[in-house]
């Protein structure tokens, strides 16, 4: 029988346990460094990246770069992504101590103490570690904070001086997001402390997964959800609902990842159990029914990594495709350094190319191009599959097309041809798919096409022409009054009253590249464009080194995040299998020792265990290898939506991030599981 106490000698028995419980706190993470000292070091990372974003978000250099809006909102979202990611991953980590304290925790409560104390002293061991990781990481963040904003403009080839910079703005909201973050960690652990004897929390550390019920049932609705999910992103479109398609596809891939890896690896094992010529041979029934339970007690976590592993390939071959083909999506924007636009009526032509010799002779730099061609753009409506042009007028914007109408005489001397063409004929150019018809119909004129051109320069075709998202036509008619009928035709449609202002409202391009790096082209640019500002009939001025810039400096945020994302998916990746190495070297202590006592040597034990865990690793990457191939059509819309059409060097770089990432995952998987084997065989 318990023993009553006095009322005081009652309060201090209580008052000498509130005070024993922040020191068995600090014991119980000492005694369980293996499983917290890789816990920490995922909060420490949480917590600086976190508070990088935050900082560079209230860093005031941010409004000096180009496009400030543009990069703040590319930031913002990354850090919103980022606050998910990290709240979920962090849960998932937690649950992790959480299983291996369980037996613990249960002693505790065997021995006396009641559970409010076992809430009270995780309190105190959530607190400590929420005040050190954070603290820590802010420390780690305050002193990389300079070098990480450099580096973005080091990936944004910016010039801006950045000074050093402290944002209490961004440490209090640091401080407030990881208080959420740590106080559901903590109530996750109340809630299995609570809902659980104390026998049962004893037992629950040993206990594994639950086996999926209707394991067939599952495996087909996992399998039909990855294949929907294929299906979406080989099928998809560079059109205004690509972003939608991208986000459904990846959520039917993540739940038919989950669904095979808990059901259809069990049904796969199951089958195999079924072949009794081959089960019942020592080697293969050892390892299927290891693998057998392995699978149910892991599949959740298998899901996991094949899910960091994929989301890794496919920010990775973002990345470095994105930095491979930054110039090639800058010129594809910006052809020419400086392109000036005068009234159709302009003579500026001779004068210019005078000017451009003496600029050229003064500043010692080759002209590559000096271009010039009259061109009236049009906006025409056509759907796919058709050779008629309409107006815009009801269609959607994937639709809508640029439509340049250029005489003859201005394409040959563009391209250096000898073209010609006989009366109703046209030329007729895509800069995305080819047009396919031997006939146009431009709304209501009707012509034949002689020719489609392979390349007009100012208007670069892209190599991928699966994407026509983004394309305009060029119709190159043979004289001006064959302009004139199809600008009238187009006036016409579109209601324009003033026909003959129209006909005359076309536009003279002077345009200039020259043939040296682009970091000695600033003082010949500069000149050029003050001459071209001062000729009469002068319109407008469109700065191809600084639009180069521009793209480069989006770009470049873009690659950051990229970047930081590539390793926290791999950290995340890392420690998920650090953690399950741990979880399961605990759990096969004992089966070891039941091994060897029914008769398997130790070599064979061994290569039983070695073999199975073999599988269970891999079979998570060669998913994420699948999951990465089916993806990449997908990918390769969202880059040729940034103007990138290079396929082949997005599959180049897809191969060489695939191996560089198996080279980590198995340095990782062998650094792991040295730690599996160490506790195993203590």
């Given at each position: ?39 920490l ?26 496009k ?14 980022l ?45 400590g ?46 401080f ?84 095979l ?15 009794k010529?081959f089960?019942?041979?020592p080697?293969n ?19 996991n ?44 032509i ?27 753009q ?33 394409y ?43 390349k ?32 009238t ?5 579109n ?7 129209f ?27 003050v ?41 995340c ?10 979880t ?38 060669a998913?994420?290898f ?57």
């Amino acid at each position: 029988m318990r023993r009553c106490l006095p009322k005081g000698e009652k309060e201090g028995e209580i008052m000498n346990k509130m005070r024993l419980l922040p020191v068995m706190a600090y014991r119980s993470v000492k005694q369980n460094k293996l499983v917290y000292r890789p816990y920490l070091m995922a909060c420490f990372y949480a917590v600086f990246s976190y508070y990088l974003f935050a900082s560079l978000l209230h860093n005031d250099l941010m409004e000096r770069l180009p496009k400030a809006a543009y990069a703040w909102m590319m930031l913002s979202i990354g850090k919103g992504l980022l606050s998910v990611i990290l709240l979920l991953f962090l849960l998932y980590a937690g649950s992790f101590l959480q299983k291996k304290r369980k037996r613990e925790l249960g002693l505790y409560s065997l021995l006396g103490l009641e559970r409010k104390h076992i809430g009270i002293m995780l309190l105190w061991e959530t607190a400590g570690m929420y005040l050190v990781s954070v603290i820590a990481g802010i420390v780690l963040g305050f002193v990389l904070n300079k070098l990480m904003f450099l580096l973005l403009l080091r990936m944004s080839r910016l010039n801006v001086e950045a000074a050093f910079y402290f944002s209490p703005e961004a440490v209090v909201e640091t401080f407030r997001y990881f208080a959420i973050v740590f106080l559901c960690i903590y109530s996750k652990s109340l809630l299995g402390l609570f809902r659980l004897k104390p026998t049962e929390l004893m037992a629950e550390s040993k206990k594994g997964e639950k086996e999926v019920k209707r394991v067939w049932l599952w495996s087909v609705v996992g399998m039909a959800l990855l294949v929907e999910g294929y299906y979406i992103s080989v099928t998809s479109k560079l059109d205004s609902m690509i972003f939608t398609d991208f986000f459904l596809a990846v959520f039917l891939v993540v739940l038919g990842t989950y669904f095979l890896f808990t059901s259809g690896s069990a049904a796969f094992l199951k089958s195999l159990k079924q072949i009794k010529s081959f089960y019942y041979r020592p080697a293969n029934q050892v390892t299927i029914s290891g693998m057998l339970y392995r699978m149910k007690r892991n599949a959740a976590g298998l899901s996991n990594i094949c899910i960091f592993s994929t989301m890794l390939l496919i920010t990775l071959t973002c990345t470095v495709t994105l930095w491979m083909g930054m110039d090639q999506i800058a010129y594809y924007d910006y052809p020419y350094d400086l392109q000036a636009v005068y009234s159709e009526n302009s003579d500026v032509i001779e004068r210019a190319a005078k000017k451009a010799r003496e600029l050229s002779e003064k500043y010692g730099q080759a002209v590559k191009r000096l271009d010039f061609y009259d061109a009236m753009q049009l906006s025409c409506g056509k759907t796919e599959g058709s050779n008629v042009f309409s107006t815009v007028s009801g269609l959607e914007f994937a639709d809508q097309y640029s439509v340049t109408l250029m005489t003859l005489d201005d394409y040959n001397r563009l391209e250096g041809q000898n073209k010609s063409l006989k009366e109703g004929e046209v030329l007729l150019y895509s800069t995305g798919r080819e047009f396919g018809f031997d006939k146009v119909d431009f709304l209501g004129v009707e012509a034949k096409v002689s020719e489609e051109p392979e390349k007009i320069y100012p208007y670069p075709r892209a190599k991928n022409r699966m994407f026509n998202f983004t394309a305009q036509y060029v119709m190159v008619v043979r004289d001006e009054a064959a302009k004139k009928t199809f600008v009238t035709a187009w006036a016409q449609a579109n209601g324009v009253t003033d026909i003959d202002g129209f006909l005359h409202s076309g536009v003279r391009y002077l345009c200039l590249l020259l043939d040296t790096k682009e970091s000695e082209r600033d003082a010949f640019i500069e000149e050029w464009s003050v001459w071209c500002q001062g000729q009469q009939d002068f319109l407008r001025l469109e700065n191809g080194l600084e639009g180069r810039i521009e793209d480069r400096s989006m770009n470049g945020g873009l690659l950051f995040i990229g970047m930081v994302f590539g390793i926290l998916f791999f950290t995340c990746l890392l420690l998920i299998m650090y953690f399950k190495q741990v979880t399961e070297g605990y759990e096969d202590q004992n089966n070891f020792a039941i091994m060897q006592k029914v008769g398997m040597s130790d070599s064979e034990i061994k290569g039983t265990i070695r073999r199975q865990i073999l599988l269970v690793f891999f079979l998570p990457l060669a998913g994420a290898f699948l999951h990465t191939a089916a993806g990449l059509v997908m990918v390769n819309g969202l880059l040729a939506a940034l103007r990138f059409f290079d396929t082949g060097l997005l599959i180049r770089c897809c191969a060489g991030v695939a191996a560089v990432v198996s080279m980590l995952y198995v340095g990782s998987y062998l650094m792991t599981a040295r730690t599996y084997y160490s506790i195993v065989r203590k």
